[in-house]
């Protein structure tokens, strides 16, 4: 041990003052802090996450939780990330994991990005008095309509309309797997996006039964491992999505390891319990844009043509010309992971380190497919850090249709994004599959939750585009003259087609 | 109803898998598909376990994908990933298929007269009584039964080449087993994987599996049966156990 111990990430204290030795906090840390012995309350401040769970349960707030209590020689090179990163592969010789989305403080473009309001010239729009439409249709949009007029006046469409989701607000639930969190999480959920009107995604954790009721508004993922995959799963989705990339780890695959994977993810991703499940890095029938052509088709064949197929990207260097060849696939929508999108265990370098912003990516995805006359053919869905009804209106004007939302779901149930998720002891029964601790998180009371968050957002978004003088979301989808960049360079503003503030 | 005879003859994929369902879906139990010649996706996501579906000529890619029961018998080649995550049921191909067949197969068996291409069996897995068999007449290129995680695939090598002399064999393997008829030289073997001779009780189980293979295509099971094997598995059941630390 020549390294010795770090200092405390967090230093937990009770005020005697204040505790009356409930023990609440004892029975709630699942990361092993508090201990009771006799009659007073033992602390171990090295276990501690910062989940708040203590916190959140303490009747009399007796408990207080300081962040880096002793620290090691400021430095603005060797910060106590890289130092502690140092240590722990010294001892390792491993890859460290890591969890929720990039940790790095890379300036948030959404952040400087102002949206515009009406003044005067033109006016802006109640939506209490004035209809403001949101809902929104995921999928192909024909170049060209036919029609042919009726004998009795009636017009009939001959133009063949593929089949797109329905949304009544443009914020969905992104892939969270049932095995990355919890049944009670995913039902939550569900039970949110199907009373709102919207969608979630299963993850490549298969369906479990229990979901079924819920079906209609789940869009079931087939990713590298093909977990829970097959020809039922792929019926009782509302869409089918083919996972390419994620935000929080572009270009690598996942392994959920053995221990995880309990009786019931065993029957949900059809594999032996206690089995690795393993996703490779890439899809093995998928080495180019055609192989991918091929997977989309091989899906809409064994669904009959009935259900929209999306493809899942990590945003990346490349992301518009991929886009392009996505658009080509037959795929129905095109989803853009940021790198700042969540997951419950990634490699630190990849989280930190590797894909781009999603605010770029959907602007440059956006652009590719109108110089190219194919922005119809496929959907933007962007995901990964959308924080805010502001970063949902934000990308909308940059061209996505869409979002999917993620953290912030989960932080509607509780979770304090202590990016401790890859321990699998969630405090919050979001990120674990313990049952003492999974059955902490009560479906419904948390749907509400997440339904609440989803139509605060979507008063929000409403508002917004009232005070533009915008009453459909079509009317706001790529239009970034409703953007202006606040301190970005020019270079980014070009990419983003956005002109500076004052211009 | 008896045999159907379709006259595949320059129908596309979409409208012969409608033919296809629709006859299942009215009884028929018996599908000859004459002339075809390089559609995709037949037999794609079909359910019926006592259907037999024939194929005359040369099918596309991704035939019997997500396939969930009936019998496929292909009197040709067959394209790539033949058997892509399939659950249930058979496909018997008289002839060589291109590369990842059996790809991510969970349940079923898939016989492959001849040759098959790269990366065959990869990722085939099993669950519960779903245990997927490929077993390939032939030879077999690079990473064969890469990340598998479980079933079975055996390699005969009966075209007088080695059953497999190429790299990557079980590549990430952590489930289920790779036979050879022979062995494969050890530099061929994937990272975690490992080369045993058979056991006498192994032996045992895959010999039925051997002998209806040469039953269903006439060979002669003698030779086959009084045959080496060696059987590749995983070296450690976690092959990435060790990989990762925490933050």
Same mark, same amino acid.
Not at chain 1, 351 to 373: C, F, M, N, T, Y
Not at chain 1, 464 to 470: K, N, V
Not at chain 1, 476 to 485: A, C, K, S
Not at chain 2, 76 to 90: L, V
């Given at each position: $041990? ?7 990430k ?17 029975e ?25 769970? !203590?916190?959140?349960? !303490?009747?009399?707030?007796a ?19 890289v ?14 994991l ?9 300036p948030?473009i959404f ?6 309001? !009406? ?56 892939h969270?797997?049932?095995g ?37 508004? $789940?869009?079931?993922?087939v ?15 509302a ?19 053995g221990?995880?994977? !309990? ?14 499940a393993?996703?490779?890095?890439p ?16 899906l ?9 197929v ?26 853009v992971?940021?790198f700042?999108g969540?997951s419950?265990?990634?490699?630190r ?5 590797v894909?781009i912003?999603v605010?770029a ?25 959308i ?15 869409a ?26 029964g ?5 049952p ?20 605060g ?7 917004l585009?009232g ?30 087609d ?6 | 109803m ?15 898998n409608?033919?296809?369902r ?33 194929i ?6 991704d ?28 496909v ?12 991510? $197969? ?46 079975l ?31 494969v ?7 975690g ?21 040469a039953?269903v295509?006439t ?29």
């Amino acid at each position: $041990m020549s390294i010795g111990s770090t200092p405390l990430k967090f230093r937990v204290t009770i005020d005697p003052e204040r505790c009356m030795n409930c023990g609440r906090c004892v029975e709630n840390c699942s990361y092993g802090v508090f201990r009771k012995e006799g009659d007073s309350i033992r602390i171990n401040s090295r276990n501690c996450a910062a989940c708040h769970r !203590c916190i959140a349960f !303490c009747p009399r707030d007796a408990i207080e939780i300081e962040e880096q209590p002793g620290d090691y020689r400021s430095h603005p090179v060797w910060t106590r990330e890289v130092r502690e990163a140092i240590f722990n592969q010294a001892r390792t010789g491993r890859i460290i994991l890591s969890g929720m989305g990039n940790a790095k403080p890379y300036p948030i473009i959404f952040d400087q990005l102002v949206l515009d309001a !009406c003044q005067v010239t033109n006016p802006s729009i109640d939506p209490l008095r004035e209809p403001m439409e949101l809902r929104t249709y995921l999928g192909k949009k024909p170049a060209s309509l036919s029609l042919r007029p009726l004998p009795d006046g009636e017009v009939e469409l001959r133009t063949k309309l593929t089949p797109n989701l329905q949304i009544e607000t443009p914020i969905m639930i992104g892939h969270m797997s049932y095995g990355a969190i919890s049944l009670n999480a995913q039902t939550a959920l569900a039970k949110a996006v199907s009373r709102i009107g919207t969608f979630m995604g299963t993850g490549e954790g298969g369906l479990h039964e229990s979901l079924y009721p819920y079906q209609d508004h $789940m869009i079931v993922q087939v990713a590298s491992g093909r977990f829970g995959v097959d020809i039922n799963y792929l019926e009782r989705g509302a869409a089918i999505e083919i996972k390419i990339g994620q935000g929080a780890k572009p270009g690598i695959g996942g392994h959920l390891p053995g221990d995880k994977v !309990c009786t019931d993810i065993s029957c949900t991703r059809m594999i032996p319990e206690g089995s690795d499940a393993i996703s490779p890095a890439p899809h093995h029938d998928i080495y180019s844009i055609e192989d991918l052509k091929q997977l989309v088709r091989s899906l809409k064949e064994a669904t009959e043509w009935k259900k929209p197929v999306f493809v899942k990207i990590a945003a990346v260097h490349n992301s518009a010309a991929i886009a392009a060849g996505i658009a080509r696939s037959g795929a129905d929508a095109v989803v853009v992971d940021g790198f700042r999108g969540g997951s419950g265990a990634t490699p630190r370098v990849f989280r930190d380190h590797v894909g781009i912003p999603v605010e770029a990516a959907v602007a440059s995805v956006d652009a590719k497919l109108r110089d190219q006359g194919i922005r119809n053919e496929v959907s933007i869905i962007a995901s990964g850090g959308i924080r805010e009804s502001a970063d949902v209106a934000k990308i909308i004007c940059l061209g996505a249709d869409a979002v999917y939302i993620g953290t912030s779901a989960l932080v509607a149930m509780g979770c304090r994004v202590c990016g401790t998720c890859y321990k699998g002891t969630c405090a919050w029964g979001i990120a674990t599959q313990k049952p003492e601790l999974v059955q902490r998180l009560d479906p419904e009371t948390n749907a509400v939750q997440v339904e609440n968050l989803i139509h605060g957002w979507t008063l929000e978004l409403a508002e917004l585009m009232g005070a533009a003088g915008i009453n459909s979301i079509e009317s706001l989808r790529g239009n970034r003259d409703r953007l202006r960049g606040y301190m970005l360079d020019e270079g980014l503003l070009e990419v983003l087609d956005v002109k500076t503030v004052g211009a | 109803m008896g045999a159907v005879h379709i006259n595949a003859k320059d129908i596309h994929y979409t409208q012969l898998n409608e033919q296809i369902r629709t006859i299942v879906a009215r009884g028929g139990k018996e599908i000859i598909l004459d002339n075809i010649l390089g559609q995709r996706f037949i037999g794609d996501g079909l359910r019926g376990d006592d259907v037999t579906i024939t194929i005359n000529g040369v099918p596309g890619g991704d035939l019997a994908m997500f396939m969930s029961g009936p019998t496929i018998i292909v009197h040709g080649n067959a394209d790539h990933a033949p058997g892509n995550t399939m659950d249930k049921g058979a496909v018997i191909i008289h002839g060589s298929a291109g590369d990842a067949v059996a790809h991510s $197969m969970r349940g079923g068996r898939i016989y492959v007269r001849d040759n098959i291409g790269y990366r065959g069996g990869i990722h085939m897995k099993q669950y519960k009584g779903k245990r997927p068999i490929l077993v390939v007449g032939g030879s077999a290129q690079a990473f064969l039964g890469e990340y598998m995680a479980g079933g079975l695939l055996i390699v005969l090598g009966l075209n007088d080449a080695a059953p497999v002399s190429e790299r990557g064999v079980g590549s990430g393997i952590h489930g289920g087993e790779i036979i050879v008829r022979g062995e494969v030289e050890e530099r061929y073997l994937g990272t975690g994987a490992k080369q045993e001779p058979l056991t006498s009780e192994q032996r045992a189980e895959i010999l039925p599996v051997i002998e209806d293979f040469a039953r269903v295509f006439t060979i002669d099971k003698e030779p086959l049966l009084a045959a080496d094997y060696s059987r590749i598995t995983a070296a450690h059941a976690r092959p990435f156990a060790n990989k990762y630390t925490w933050e």
